[in-house]
């Protein structure tokens, strides 16, 4: 009977690790679902709304609607952690953007850079299908990966360079195939003309330039910063909605000075503004379920979903080379966010290489409050990230 009571303790334990890890497993997966359907869901949206007939709403507007929403959203999460404490929130905003206005401009750097990626991300989805957008725009992890080389002095592993250089080959590979389908659509004139291929590659180019920077940058400043993850949101929000109105007065100042701030605004793409302004939030929210292979393979699975949604919705034709090179992204995605001691085992040497971790996500090394800065993106991620922005 003693024996049967003092294994009880040990077996409750074991019971409760059990359920423990049956509930970790669920938020993982959960949290590879909300990556994935972020990642794939904005770029389609966007793509969906920029090729329907009719009125075009102006995407320098639905930046800063987008901002103004994710401001207003962090600023209820922050009145709510005061216990809906008016007083105590005003405070502590004064306080966090106004006194400590030092703090508050080291983000107006990466906000400038976030506002004019969100805005370069629908030029380049309006001028290229969505699949192509999505394996090319992963030229962020590449360009993020040189920034931190260079900014903040780490290291990669042997496996890490390769998947480099395999993600440039796919996304080398996908754009000659591109190039291909141009020619052979200038000739019978399939696509429409207000579609420019060269704009779109040149704005998801210079995209994740500023996405590998603006993130590189971002944990630069900010390691060792105790502010929350909605305090850091709420400020580059601020700057955000700041440029984005500059963006757009230099931009489309007359046509909306004409039509109206809300012209072309449809359910469609309001739905595309709210999933810019709160996907980003809640994939900050269950990124930390998620480790970097899972990242990894979020980002790669969106891909084949954006694939082949786009075969349906967009009639977009996947032949051999384009498969060739999303595969090799995808590969190099993957490999890329393998743990350093997962490529020490498939590599001996590749130890010696590294003694930093993983650069996966650019802000990962972290935790939470980087990853709630990624594009977006959007992706995210990431987007972290993803993708896609919360500026994402």
Request: charged content about 15%; some cysteine; overall charge positive.
């Amino acid at each position: 009977m003693m024996a049967a009571e003092n294994r009880s303790p040990v077996a409750e334990e074991k019971t409760s690790r059990s359920q423990s890890e049956v509930a970790h497993r669920r938020l993982k997966y959960a949290s590879l679902a909300v990556l994935v359907v972020q990642n794939a869901s904005l770029i389609l949206s966007i793509r969906y709304v920029r090729t329907l007939p009719g009125d075009r709403f102006f995407t320098t507007s639905a930046v800063v609607m987008a901002e103004i929403l994710k401001v207003l959203t962090c600023v209820v999460i922050i009145l709510l952690q005061k216990r809906l404490n008016v007083k105590d929130t005003l405070y502590f905003l004064v306080d966090s953007i106004v006194f400590q206005y030092k703090d508050t401009l080291k983000l107006a750097v990466p906000s400038l850079i976030y506002t004019l990626q969100n805005n370069l991300q629908y030029i380049a989805i309006s001028n290229l299908p969505a699949a192509t957008f999505q394996v090319t725009y992963q030229l962020k992890i590449l360009t993020t990966a040189l920034f931190s080389v260079t900014m903040l002095r780490k290291t990669l592993s042997r496996v890490q360079w390769i998947s480099l250089l395999l993600l440039f080959a796919g996304v080398a590979v996908v754009q000659v195939e591109q190039e291909g389908k141009k020619k052979e659509e200038a000739s019978s004139s399939v696509e429409g003309s207000s579609q420019n291929y060269t704009v779109g590659l040149l704005a998801v180019v210079v995209s994740c330039l500023s996405s590998g920077f603006a993130g590189v940058y971002f944990e630069k400043i900010l390691k060792g910063s105790s502010a929350s993850v909605w305090m850091r949101n709420v400020q580059l929000g601020v700057f955000g909605t700041a440029l984005g109105m500059l963006g757009l007065w230099w931009n489309d100042g007359s046509a909306v000075a004409e039509h109206g701030f809300l012209f072309g605004y449809t359910g469609a793409v309001w739905c595309v503004i709210f999933n810019q302004a709160f996907g980003g939030l809640l994939v900050a929210v269950v990124v930390k379920y998620a480790d970097n292979i899972l990242k990894g393979f979020a980002t790669s699975f969106s891909i084949v979903v954006s694939t082949v949604v786009s075969v349906y919705l967009f009639g977009f034709h996947v032949d051999l080379l384009f498969t060739a090179g999303a595969g090799l992204v995808i590969g190099a995605v993957y490999m890329y966010s393998l743990p350093k001691a997962a490529a020490a085992s498939s590599s001996p040497s590749a130890a010696s290489l590294s003694s930093s971790a993983s650069l996966a996500s650019p802000r990962t090394n972290e935790g939470v409050e980087m990853e709630a800065f990624l594009p977006k993106a959007q992706g995210g991620a990431a987007s972290p990230p993803p993708a896609v922005l919360i500026t994402d």
